[in-house]
């Protein structure tokens, strides 16, 4: 989540590795990196630590876990932060979980931990455990976390939060209540049986610890805690975790986490809470050493050696004593640690070979029904004994047998066929209709990983020092950008074609006949000749179809056809929607195309893909507006300015530069997007231009803005004074009350009632005024169950011959869902300085 809870600035990251140029770029190991991960070898110890979204979890203590104490660490974030604000775009909703979910993929990166996810939905802030299980659907997000800790096998598990309101969100919470009943059902055989039979056995996690935290008012750390450092400075990487882990936390930037390095002791606390009780250490009575496993001491003893006679100039000398180790723990009876080490001692051969294999393509999408070429390169830079046997790629075969020289370049080019069969790239939690509170995941394999497998894997076959290994490449996009340089990104497989609708929504005002255009736009992703479609616009009301034909169409190229659509087909519908379904011809092949490909691309992460049924939402709905030009100050990201020109009013994007008296005097309403005063710090020099605009009778509209550790709004931003609070209601059901029934806002032009506040989604508002100054009015009061009335929800001031207006409600989530009631109150809140006598 992009919000602050108790112990946030304490959740810092370390380095595992060198974080690559781009978010993509295959890893560079170096010497030092790579004589880290063979003391790895020689500890047997694992930890998981739980709690609720991205950005939860103490990073520096997964950084110290991993690296300091070589422990396997895995981070289990029940959400994907899908229910936050963006600081970055205007991505909100499964949009925003997606761009979390890569952010916290970058953080562990960077860490060495792994990350875990369950099937719960970030449905917004929650102020009960209750709520949020209910949303989530208990059972199966305790499901979730019992299976992951089976197949993961922790010794300890750490939470982040208590069950109880010292958590200060009931997602963080309710990830605690989840964890304690997981870290006894997991070793339950009555409990979740059917995971048995999937490849699990039932696990006994030793113990249970809370890392308890201290910040601002809250303190939940105590001298008879167990007390750990973490606060180390690791010499092979030249940082301090602290300092390490600041480039971490700052992968998070939807959430405006960028933060400054530390250095010196940095004390954690952790509180027992179940198993067996620790007095010393996390570990206290858990043996992390190879004598665990039957013949492992035998294993110790080649590590040892291979550690005592590890040369940092030349770790290619070490390939030999390695394959051997590879061997010596091939040896072993099958278990949970042999699968592991065997997995860390193939990391470690390639590394200390220096091998370099990459399988690219210079498209960044494989279609369906069509071919796609494939550059293939392998160099064996330090010229270990190594030879390339085979090379795979879906049902190519190459056979070759070669004897890899040193630091020599072997390049192959193949082209493959695409099958009409290959699923497309969906991230696999998207791929069927999810519930209110969580997703639809019915394959079990599937459950807690943070992301797809690679749609195409090359394998290369290679037989280094007599020892035959298979690695497996992702095929990916590779090209070069002038400014950037060389850079990869994920290969996606898509449908031979997409369907986009706009606009994304449609305003008709009820009991006038209005029309409106759409346009449905096909996109060809690959070559068609004799091209026909049949092109079908759904409404509930009317469906109507087009045809085309007789032409070759080219990857790439876009046909658009427009249909007409009038609110006489809705008759008294409210709300409906129109979708598109295009049925192709290419020659004798038919392929249906309805799915939009929505791309979502930013620097410090992988660009990202999916795919969904595009629909334009249709309003038949009684407004009424006053004005016509607005100014928009856009803030963080939000759609609202695509609302408001549906809605009929000339909007214009103002920059820095454009507030001034004589461009703000054309304008009947100024209005600044969500987190505009937290993001632009110009706008406390534009103070007084804002406010003579007001006096003069404008018309100014703040949305909210934050106050946290991230950013606080410290400047004036209305004629006379108020506090921007962390007060919010996050019932999107509470009852409002109208404490000033006969107020302008609630009867012009539009009259507001009750009926206006139905079907909002995820919540009220947030960031409510408080110690509100008497000169504004609060028309409206709201508050969330056992909880006292708020009124900063909407606060009105009179200034001049203008109105100001600083609001919480959440327009910015409202508008796009296509809530009317929010459509109507936006209009009577522009119309403020245009009713006389107000």
Not at 191 to 212: H, M, S
Not at 636 to 664: H, N, R, S
Request: aromatic fraction near 10%; charged fraction near 25%.
């Amino acid at each position: 989540m992009n919000e602050f809870y108790p112990g946030r600035l304490l959740l810092l990251i370390a380095l595992l590795y060198v974080l690559p140029v781009s978010a993509q770029t295959p890893p560079a190991y170096t010497s030092a990196d790579i004589f880290l991960q063979l003391k790895k070898l020689k500890v047997l110890g694992s930890v998981l630590y739980i709690a609720a979204h991205p950005d939860d979890e103490n990073t520096r203590l997964l950084a110290w876990l991993a690296r300091e104490r070589l422990y396997r660490t895995g981070y289990l974030s029940l959400t994907r932060g899908d229910g936050g604000q963006n600081l970055i775009g205007d991505e909100q909703g499964i949009d925003l979980g997606l761009i979390r979910t890569q952010e916290l993929l970058a953080a562990r990166r960077t860490d060495g931990a792994e990350q875990f996810f369950s099937r719960a939905f970030d449905f917004g802030f929650s102020k009960s455990t209750d709520e949020a299980l209910e949303k989530w659907g208990k059972e199966k997000v305790l499901s979730d976390a019992v299976w992951i800790i089976r197949k993961f096998q922790p010794d300890i598990i750490i939470t982040r939060f208590p069950e109880d309101s010292r958590a200060g969100h009931g997602h963080h919470s309710a990830s605690a209540v989840v964890a304690h009943e997981a870290f006894k059902a997991a070793a339950d055989p009555n409990r979740f049986p059917e995971q048995l039979g999937a490849g699990v056995q039932t696990w006994k996690v030793k113990r249970i610890f809370w890392n308890t935290f201290n910040f601002g008012t809250t303190n939940t750390t105590s001298s008879d805690q167990l007390k750990i450092d973490v606060g180390g400075y690791n010499a092979l990487v030249g940082k301090s975790y602290g300092e390490i882990a600041a480039e971490s936390r700052s992968q998070h930037k939807s959430q405006g986490f960028g933060v400054p390095g530390s250095r010196g002791t940095q004390l954690e606390y952790f509180s027992f809470t179940d198993g067996e009780p620790a007095q010393n250490d996390l570990m206290d009575g858990i043996n992390t050493s190879w004598a665990k496993v039957e013949g492992g001491a035998a294993i110790d003893a080649q590590i040892d050696e291979i550690l005592k006679n590890y040369s940092i100039a030349n770790p290619e000398n070490t390939v030999p004593a390695l394959v051997n180790l590879y061997k010596g723990i091939q040896a072993l009876k099958d278990g949970y640690w042999k699968k592991q080490k065997l997995e860390e001692v193939q990391r470690l051969i390639e590394q200390c070979s220096g091998l370099f294999m990459e399988a690219t393509t210079g498209n960044e999408q494989a279609v369906e029904g069509d071919s796609v070429k494939i550059n293939l390169v392998i160099n064996n830079r330090l010229g270990a004994p190594v030879q390339l046997n085979k090379i795979n790629l879906d049902v190519l075969d190459t056979t070759l047998s070669l004897n890899l020289e040193k630091n020599r370049n072997i390049s192959l080019q193949k082209t493959f066929y695409v099958f009409t069969t290959k699923p497309i790239s969906q991230p696999y939690w998207l791929e069927k209709k999810m519930s209110d509170g969580s997703f639809t995941v019915d394959d079990q394999s599937l459950i807690g990983k943070p992301q797809n497998e690679p749609a195409y894997q090359v394998r290369f076959d290679l037989l280094i020092a007599g020892q035959p290994f298979s690695f497996y490449k992702p095929v990916q996009y590779k090209h070069t950008d002038p400014v950037k340089g060389e850079l990869y990104q994920p290969l996606v497989v898509v449908p031979s074609s997409t369907v986009t609708t706009e606009p994304s929504i449609v305003i008709f005002r009820k009991g006038e006949k209005q029309r409106a255009e759409v346009a449905i736009t096909v996109t060809a992703n690959k070559r068609f000749t004799g091209y026909k479609a049949r092109i079908s616009k759904r409404l509930t009301y009317d469906n109507s179809t087009k045809t085309d034909s007789n032409f070759t169409v080219q990857p790439g190229s876009q046909r658009q056809y427009i249909f007409t659509i009038d609110n006489a087909m809705l008759k008294d519908k409210e709300q409906d929607f129109v979708q598109a379904f295009v049925e192709l011809k290419n020659g004798t092949e038919e392929q249906p195309a309805y799915l939009n490909l929505t791309n979502i691309r930013y620097d410090h992460i992988p660009h990202i893909h999916y795919f969904y049924q595009d629909a334009i939402k249709v309003l038949n709905i009684d407004i009424k507006t006053v004005g016509k030009k607005i100014g928009y100050i856009e803030g963080a990201g939000d759609k609202v300015t695509i609302a408001l020109q549906q809605m009929g009013y000339e909007v214009t994007v103002l920059k820095e530069k454009d507030i001034t008296p004589f461009t703000l005097k054309q304008f009947d309403a100024i209005i600044t997007g969500v987190r505009a005063y937290n993001v632009h710090d110009y706008l406390e020099g534009k103070h007084a231009v804002l406010m003579d605009y007001v006096k003069d009778g404008g018309n100014l509209i703040v949305q909210y803005n934050t106050s946290n550790f991230i950013s606080s709004v410290t400047d004036k931003i209305g004629p006379y004074p108020f506090a921007i609070s962390r007060n919010r209601v996050t019932d999107e059901k509470a009852t409002v009350n109208f404490l000033l029934p006969n107020h302008p806002v609630l009867n012009y032009p539009n009259k507001i009632t009750a009926k206006d506040f139905d079907n909002w989604v995820q919540e009220r508002g947030i960031y409510f005024a408080d110690q509100v100054d008497s000169a504004y009015e609060t028309p409206l009061s709201m508050a969330d169950p056992n909880e006292k009335e708020q009124k900063g929800s909407l606060i009105i001031g009179s200034y001049g011959k203008g109105k100001f207006v600083y609001t919480g409600l959440v327009f910015f989530r409202e508008l796009p869902a296509g809530v009317p009631g929010a459509y109507r109150l936006l209009a009577n809140i522009i119309a403020l300085n245009k009713k006389k006598g107000f």
